[in-house]
């Protein structure tokens, strides 16, 4: 029996060779930049921004 590619196949392939890893790492770069500490002071303002009156 031959395998038939088709588009959804091709497609999914691609899915997983590709996008996958890629999201995998913008989605760990996104967690190390708000857990790095230099930041903290950088997100601790933006918490208190809805609090401060203007």
Same mark, same amino acid.
């Given at each position: 029996? @031959?395998?038939?590619?088709?588009?959804?196949?091709?497609?999914?392939?691609?899915?997983? *060779?590709?996008?996958? +890893? *890629?999201?995998?790492?913008?989605?760990?770069?996104?967690?190390?930049?708000? !857990?790095? +500490? @230099?930041?903290?002071?950088?997100?601790?303002?933006?918490? @208190? !921004?809805? !609090?401060?009156?203007?």
């Amino acid at each position: 029996m @031959r395998a038939i590619l088709t588009v959804q196949n091709f497609a999914s392939d691609i899915v997983v *060779t590709l996008w996958t +890893p *890629t999201f995998v790492g913008i989605f760990i770069a996104v967690v190390a930049y708000a !857990l790095w +500490p @230099r930041n903290k002071s950088t997100f601790d303002a933006a918490a @208190r !921004l809805p !609090l401060s009156e203007d």
